[in-house]
């Protein structure tokens, strides 16, 4: 399995700032994903980052407004920039381990207003 | 395009019963399959994972099948309790280190 952290739990920002989410993972990997959960809706992949590397963006997300770091093998921030009330979602990390399972962090609960 | 649905959306049972959960994919060519619980507001939680090659996985009151021939898994889960409710979203990995393809999920209420 794979233990993984999350910061902040949750947030309410206002319109127009940004945020840096913080994830932690017990021990090293080489992709880390980072997902967004909108309001009743199923799970959507923004991006996946390596460490060394810039981080590839799927279809409808882009560096601009998702930056991504990955500075090592046990860490990686997602920045929502410039939000909208459309933001408010829950963002998740993630990552896979031996047999190509998956596993996720608690989850950022993020209100714009 | 890898399409997965998951039927029904929301179910209601009473407590002890044993209910089904169904997910289908539209590519049978898949490299696994996952089952996860997401509690409302939290992160998912990994329940079984199946790979291609097999046919089924069990853990505790848990049970998953897969027939990759027609595009299905099931989960079923045994004697149902209270603390089983929450949302239950199937995902494929068509490669490996190819991301997952998440269904909408289904809604599990079981009343005491």
């Known amino acids: 399995s794979a233990v993984i952290s999350q910061k902040p739990s949750r947030d309410i920002c206002q319109r127009g700032t940004s945020l840096t989410i913080q994830c932690q993972v017990d021990s090293q990997v080489t992709m880390m994903f980072w997902y967004r959960q909108q309001p009743g809706q199923s799970l959507t992949l923004i991006a996946t980052?390596?460490?060394?590397?810039?981080?590839?963006?799927e279809s409808g997300f882009v560096i601009d407004k998702f930056p991504i770091s990955r500075p090592n093998l046990t860490f990686s921030t997602l920045t929502v920039s410039n939000m909208s009330p459309e933001d408010s979602s829950i963002y998740l990390c993630s990552v896979v381990r031996a047999g190509e399972e998956q596993y996720f962090g608690p989850g950022t609960r993020l209100t714009v207003t | 395009k890898q399409e997965v649905t998951q039927i029904p959306a929301a179910l209601s049972v009473p407590e002890g019963e044993n209910l089904v959960l169904n997910c289908s994919f539209t590519?049978?060519?898949?490299?696994?399959l996952q089952w996860f619980r997401q509690d409302p507001g939290k992160g998912l939680t990994s329940l079984l994972l199946?790979?291609?090659?097999?046919r089924e996985q069990t853990s505790g009151r848990l049970n998953a099948s897969l027939d990759k021939s027609s595009g299905r898994s099931t989960l079923y889960i045994a004697a149902s309790q209270p603390g089983d409710s929450a949302t239950y979203l199937c995902?494929?990995?068509?490669?490996?280190?190819?991301?997952?393809?998440f269904g909408q999920g289904t809604e599990l209420s079981v009343k005491p």
């Open positions: 995902a494929v990995r068509l490669t490996i280190g190819g991301k997952l393809i």
């Open positions: 199946i790979q291609s090659s097999q």
């Open positions: 980052a390596n460490q060394g590397s810039e981080a590839t963006y």
């Open positions: 590519d049978s060519a898949i490299y696994n």
